[in-house]
């Protein structure tokens, strides 16, 4: 269009440019934010307890890591024995096991509290110790002389509990009802979250594993280095508030997000998944993760379903291998009568989901990583 076009029509673009609703809703506007898309809601601290956007409760524990290193194969093998307590949750409860190693930055407050624990030190091993802690600095950079980059591990131990009462409505919706229904909705809820304290007391009398409960300025403080993995180690970020929803607390930076992962900072995230579970199992076999001198994060999350779904999962299954004239089908059946056959001896079936999580800021270095991990 011509300047002598915009002079034939001078009151539709007057109409328009006078129009202050189109310069608001594109001043305003937004699209929609991540922190929308969060679960994460308050953390309720009489019981300890994360209440999440879809009514479930949560709780987060950080597990103490063995030294595997003068452990034996026995030894390993016993205390992966001992983690079958773990996995006696009610069918209503989904735990997630996610082992973290992460690198160590160079503007990590440790290396502070490091130095100045011991100011009145003799001058030469004071001397050497800061020698050393600005070798470690150097590394954590990426610029040390042929040194790694330190890398710390953690395992987070997560329990969710999806009430019945949670998808009954919000506490408006449930005022427009009545006064009665909120007293009955309110008993039910109050009488799901003593249920799922003692569902955590009692996991966490039976854990050989040393186990500590994680409160909401430490959960918070993990998603904040996630989500803004380079700003969370040059600046202070404000104080957990419990008056404002946690998921508007984490994103400081807005991350990028595509089918193949999330970008945070330019660094970016790959997510690898085993589809299919391997025929056979080798004791102690997980410990060649620990091999691996880059950060990731390995995320097995397991669900329980009811007797009844895993029944009738095979049931069906079974009908339609019997009724299938081949060799192969024939093995497959065995194997399902013989899974059957533990099922009735009380044994319990869980689903998995087992995911590796690898970073890096370019996908050469993603592509490097993942032939690493398969």
């Keep these: ?61 950080e597990a103490e890591l063995l030294e595997h290193e003068p452990m034996t194969a026995e030894q390993i093998v016993h205390q992966v024995d001992a983690l079958k307590a773990w996995f006696r949750l009610p069918e209503n409860c989904v735990l997630q096991v996610l082992f973290d190693q992460s690198p160590v930055s160079a503007l990590d407050p440790e290396f502070s509290y490091a130095t100045s624990k011991h100011p009145n030190g003799h001058a030469v091993s004071q001397k050497l110790f800061e020698t050393r802690i600005n070798t470690l600095k150097q590394a954590c950079g990426g610029s040390g002389d042929g040194l790694l980059t330190p890398l710390r591990r953690r395992t987070l131990v997560s329990i969710r509990y999806f009430p019945e009462v949670a998808a009954t409505g919000t506490a408006k919706d449930l005022l427009v009802r009545g006064e009665a229904t909120l007293y009955k909705e309110m008993k039910a809820f109050v009488s799901e979250v003593r249920a799922f304290k003692q569902i955590l007391l009692t996991f966490e009398k039976n854990s050989k594993i040393k186990l500590t409960r994680l409160g909401a300025a430490e959960v918070v403080d993990i998603l904040r280095r996630f989500f803004n993995p380079k700003t969370s180690y040059k600046r202070s970020f404000a104080k957990y ?17 595509d089918y193949s992962g999330i970008t945070r900072e330019g660094i970016k995230t790959r997510t ?76 319990r079936c869980f689903h998995l989901t087992f995911s590796v999580i690898v970073e890096g800021e370019t996908d050469e270095i993603l592509d490097a990583r993942v032939r690493d991990i398969v």
């Design 272 to 347: 690898l998944t085993l589809k299919t579970s391997p025929q056979f199992a080798y004791p102690g076999g997980m410990a060649y993760f620990l091999k691996l001198a880059f950060p990731f994060k390995l995320s097995l999350c397991f669900s329980f379903p009811t007797r009844q779904k895993v029944k009738a999962f095979f049931d069906l299954k079974e009908f339609f291998l019997e009724n299938t004239p081949s060799a192969k089908a024939r093995r497959q059946r065995e194997e399902v009568l013989a899974v059957q056959d533990q099922l009735a001896r009380d044994d």
């Design 1 to 61: 269009m011509d300047l002598h076009d915009l002079s034939a029509h001078p009151k539709p673009i007057a109409q328009a440019l006078s129009n202050e609703n189109l310069f608001t809703q594109a001043l305003f506007e937004r699209p929609e934010s991540l922190s929308h898309l969060l679960p994460y809601e308050e953390y309720i601290e009489s019981t300890g307890h994360f209440r999440h956007k879809d009514g479930s409760l949560g709780a987060v524990f």
């Design 241 to 257: 508030n419990p008056s404002l929803s946690i998921s508007d607390q984490l994103i400081y930076h807005a991350p990028t997000l």
